[in-house]
């Protein structure tokens, strides 16, 4: 059984095609150019006998790696691949100065939360990703008016601060050239963060600290899908009552799902 570490380049997207929909999470694939522009550095594949046979891809943020994709194609699981390739993902991450590492994994996802925490992992919150039908929105009360602007980069680390977002994650966006972040105050008092993605389209994540205001947040967000889409997509973390709140209103639940975190070196 020989393994071998190999970087991403335009030619294996198609391995990242074929292996991606394990994840199963229906967001759909990106342009292979856009793909190595935004994930190419982020990503390393697993060759096992000369056959790619998975993949992990993993930011280092300032000081957190977060893991974004782990992939076993269905044939090669059980043999400790998605051990190894952890292991790759951790020496990677160490190499580029994180001391922790994070992810989120679906609650039915056994094998894959075994494996996590068995490197150290603990759950900490639950993170509710959801649609919103567009452009039609949701029936929501009425909510006061908020003033949305698109802060400049020298406040990401306030905006990180403030909305308890890792720190590092902001500047991620913002080097994907389509991403907006956008900011929703009332009063001068911040009540939303958003960074808007057209390619999904959606917000990752999506911070909304008072549900009251959700309508005059999501109305504005609705305008930046692109017309062919019939969805927003928003991932809010450790919000329950705003979960609660849009899926009662009808916005449709793609997947709950747990965050683990631990130490890099456990
Ligand atoms: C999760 C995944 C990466 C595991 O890959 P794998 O190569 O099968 O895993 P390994 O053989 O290295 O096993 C590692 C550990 O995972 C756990 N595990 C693996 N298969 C398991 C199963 N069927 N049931 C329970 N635990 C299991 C065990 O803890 C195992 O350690 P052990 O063998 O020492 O008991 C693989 O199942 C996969 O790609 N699934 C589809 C995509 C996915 O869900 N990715 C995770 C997204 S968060």
């Not at 609705?222 to 009662?248: G, K, M, N, T, W």
């Amino acid at each position: 059984m020989q393994i071998r570490w190999l970087e991403a380049n335009e030619a294996r997207f198609a391995d990242y095609a074929r292996l991606f929909p394990e994840l199963g999470v229906n967001d759909p694939l990106p342009a292979p150019a856009e793909w190595l522009a935004n994930m190419g550095p982020d990503l390393v594949f697993l060759e096992l006998d000369g056959a790619v046979v998975g993949y992990g891809y993993a930011q280092a943020l300032a000081s957190s790696g977060y893991v974004r994709h782990v992939v076993i194609g269905p044939q090669a699981r059980g043999k400790g691949l998605g051990r190894e390739l952890m292991h790759e993902l951790r020496r990677r991450l160490a190499a580029r100065g994180c001391s922790s590492w994070q992810l989120n994994v679906k609650l039915d996802n056994v094998p894959a939360i075994a494996l996590y925490r068995s490197l150290g992992m603990e759950p900490d919150f639950r993170t509710w990703v959801l649609r919103v039908p567009a452009p039609a929105g949701l029936p929501l009360p009425a909510s006061p008016t908020l003033r949305c602007s698109e802060p400049p980069a020298s406040s990401d680390a306030t905006l990180e601060r403030e909305f308890d977002v890792p720190s590092g994650l902001l500047a991620r966006h913002r080097a994907k050239p389509a991403t907006r972040l956008l900011l929703f105050e009332r009063d001068g008092s911040p009540i939303a963060l958003a960074p808007f993605d057209p390619h999904f389209p959606g917000c990752f994540p999506f911070r909304l600290r008072d549900p009251a205001c959700s309508r005059a947040v999501l109305e504005q967000l609705l305008a930046f899908v692109p017309v062919d889409r019939a969805y927003l997509q928003l991932v809010l973390e450790r919000d329950e009552p705003s979960a609660r709140l849009l899926l009662s209103s009808g916005a449709s639940l793609v997947f709950e799902i747990q965050h683990l975190q631990g130490p890099l070196h456990a």
